[in-house]
Each structure stands twice: as structure tokens, then as C-alpha cells.
């Protein structure tokens, strides 16, 4: 069992490092705290026999009690790296790492035992050399288990304060991502308390050491059930392959532009952007909002429409606009609702902008394409 929990942690590594390191760099630390939960879950779960004949895999095993605090300094400092790039070191952070500090100090003559004799420390068997701890094996650990779980408990409430308090300023990539790190820390952190306190109190007595042993797919699976998170909130394949197309044929391509792809790019999530979520049904929307929403510097979303879409923002915006008017009269919205409060519903600030607008996409006003395209007809208002 633990074999396949490596080969899928290892899957969920390489795509996010193939989705997410060219825009945050601080995905590092969300695969650091990854690999380090691996190796920390895999400790608890599993009898140290099970890694004997794996030479790589027992060594760590063996320090999993000083990788047990990387995973949840490493993913506070990716929760950060969210809310502010780039993430950074502060006081909070170097206060956090004296426990870690201490725990290794505490084992030094630990480590420079022989790996049969570790082995035994790790089982908590007598061992010929003499070992001096100023805290015992067990309680070290003992310790160890307390200050990560209070941690843990810490982080995971972290984030979802963050996404209470800042709901209304955080663009809706950070929001959501925020949102899923929350399921997933929440179903990691409550499998790997519950195995560690019934190391302490005995509450259930399982017929097979290792029937545990496959909770330690949560932590993989758990990541994998979230593809939003895991591609990084794109879904733009088929948009990026037709702006690639276009811009090829296009004789007014720049063949010079060394950023043409990367444009296209992103070019591709605004324009999956603006079909899956309709920002434009705001009245406000401009290209800041698109900016902040997806994290792309407002220069570049420029570029996006002068050199990519090649349409104007504003001809685009009241296009997309009118197309949503149009679905409301296909409905035969306009029974239930005046053509103002449509136009008001797809973004327009008044009905005189809707009405100029709605010519010049249509040739015709609401009214003109109701009567030649609807099925229930009304006057001009």
C-alpha cells in the first residue's frame, strides 16, 4: 500500500509543478509540505518492517520525526504566498521553527548512531551504544505529535479566516484555491489525529498492524479530487490550440514577438474567464478586474486583446453583453421583466447604452429583433 502512495504523491508533484510553477513559484513549499506529509503519514501507519528491504525510503522514515514539521511551516508559507507574493520569512515563522530547532538538537547523538541501532531507538528497543537525550525517544516524540497537531489545528483554521475576512479583496483564483486547500487540509488533518491519538489512547484496537496503512491514500486522492486546484483553475486547452491557429494565419502576426505564446496563454484564461463567470454582467467591469481577478498584470491583459483577441475591450465587453440580452429575449424575458431591467441584468448602466450598443452588434434595436426573432412581441417602451 505504501508503494502506491508514492507513486501518486509522486503524480501529484510533477503536475503541480507542470501547472503551477511558471506562476507562483511558491508551489515549492505546497510540494515540500506534500513530501513531508507522505513521510510523516507513511511513519504512522506503517510498521517500520515494511521499509527495511527500501534503503532510500527507511532513511527518511527514520527522520520522519524532523520532517513531521516541515508540512505545516511549508504550507503556512504557501497560504501566505496566496494572500501576498512572494512569501516571505517573518517573525511568526522563525518563533514557529524553535520547536523544530530544539527536536533536532535534542536527537543529534541520535543521528550519528549506526542504521541498525536507529532502528532500534525507532522501535523503542534497548541498543548497545549509549545514547544521551536530554528528553527520552518517546517523550520527544510524544511532544513532537502535540505541538503538530495544536499547528495543524492552527493552520487549518488559518486559511478559513482568511477567506471569511477577505472574501470581498481576494480575486476569485486566490478565493478559490483558498477554499480547497481547506477540504484538503481538513481530510488530512483529521485522519492523521486520529491515528495519532489512538497511538496515545488506545480507543480502537485494529486485528492487523497494518490495517491502517491505507489512509495513507488521502493524501494524494485528496488532491486529485480537486482539479481546479490541481490545474491551476484553467480550463483553456481548446481556446489556447484556436488563438494559436488564428494568430498563426493572421497576417498582421507579429513573427518576432518572443512572448507570443505566453500571450496566448493568458489570452486563453481571459477568455475562459469571461465565458464561465460573465464578469461583464457587472456594471464596473473593466480590465483592472480581469487583472486582479486572475493575476495577470493589467499591461499584459492589453496586450492580451491588441495582439491576441484583436478585438477591443470595450467592443468585446458590450458584445458579450448583448449576446446575454439576447438569451433573456430568446427566453422571453421580456414578458416578465421590462427591456430596461434586461439591460440592467447584462451589465448596461442605462437602456440608452444598451440601445446604442445593441445596433451595433445587432443593425436593429431590442425591440426591431424581438419582433422579427420572438415569439411573444411588444411595443417599443
Known amino acids: 500500500m505504501h508503494n502506491a502512495t508514492i507513486i501518486l504523491v509522486f503524480l501529484v508533484v510533477i503536475l503541480l509543478l507542470i501547472n503551477h510553477i511558471n506562476r507562483n513559484r511558491a508551489v515549492l513549499w505546497a510540494i515540500v509540505s506534500v513530501i513531508a506529509s507522505c513521510i510523516k503519514t507513511l511513519a504512522v501507519l ?8 527500501e534503503p532510500i525510503t527507511l532513511r527518511l522514515i527514520l527522520w520522519s520525526g524532523i520532517v513531521g514539521f ?3 511551516l511549508s504550507l503556512l508559507l504557501y497560504i501566505k504566498s496566496i494572500i501576498k507574493k512572494p512569501a516571505k520569512f517573518d517573525f511568526l515563522l522563525i518563533l514557529l ?5 530544539l527536536y533536532a538538537v535534542n536527537l543529534i547523538p541520535y543521528y550519528q548512531l549506526p542504521i541498525a541501532d536507529q532502528i532500534r531507538v525507532f522501535q523503542n528497543l534497548p541498543v548497545a ?3 544521551t537525550l536530554w528528553i527520552s525517544w518517546e517523550i520527544a516524540n510524544g511532544l513532537n505529535d502535540l505541538y503538530n497537531s495544536i499547528l495543524g489545528a492552527l493552520i487549518m483554521i488559518y486559511p478559513i479566516v482568511l477567506v471569511t475576512r477577505n472574501k470581498h479583496t481576494l480575486s476569485k483564483k486566490s478565493y478559490i484555491a483558498l477554499v480547497q486547500i481547506c477540504y484538503i487540509v481538513l481530510a488530512n488533518y483529521a485522519a492523521i489525529v486520529f491515528v495519532v491519538s489512538n497511538n496515545y489512547l488506545h480507543l480502537f484496537n485494529f486485528s492487523q498492524p ?3 496503512s491505507s489512509l495513507s491514500l488521502i493524501l494524494p486522492l485528496s488532491i486529485l479530487l480537486f482539479p481546479r486546484y490541481l490545474y491551476d483553475n484553467i480550463n483553456y486547452s481548446d481556446l489556447t490550440f484556436y ?3 488564428m494568430n498563426h494565419i493572421s497576417a498582421k502576426e507579429d513573427k518576432t514577438d518572443a512572448n507570443q505564446d505566453k500571450l496566448i496563454t493568458d489570452a486563453s484564461r481571459i477568455l475562459a474567464y469571461l465565458h464561465n463567470e460573465k464578469p461583464y454582467l457587472s456594471p464596473e467591469f473593466s480590465k483592472h478586474d480581469i487583472a486582479r481577478s486572475l493575476d495577470i498584470p493589467q499591461n499584459i491583459v492589453t496586450d492580451c486583446f491588441s495582439k491576441i483577441i484583436k478585438i477591443p475591450f470595450p467592443v468585446l465587453r458590450n458584445q458579450l453583453r448583448v449576446e446575454f440580452a439576447i438569451e433573456k429575449f430568446k427566453n422571453s424575458g421580456h414578458i416578465t421583466i421590462t427591456i430596461a431591467g434586461i439591460a440592467s441584468e ?3 448602466k442605462n437602456r440608452s447604452t444598451f440601445y446604442t450598443a445593441f445596433k451595433e452588434v445587432t443593425k436593429m434595436t431590442p425591440v426591431e429583433w424581438i419582433k422579427q426573432n420572438g415569439d411573444f412581441q411588444i411595443e417599443e417602451d
Open 243 to 245: 488563438l494559436k491557429l
Open 70 to 72: 516541515l508540512p505545516m
Open 97 to 101: 521553527l524553535v520547536a523544530p530547532v
Open 210 to 212: 497494518n490495517s491502517l
Open 346 to 348: 447584462s451589465g448596461f
Open 46 to 53: 506503517n510498521p517500520l518492517t515494511e521499509f527495511l528491504e
Open 129 to 131: 551504544n549509549e545514547t
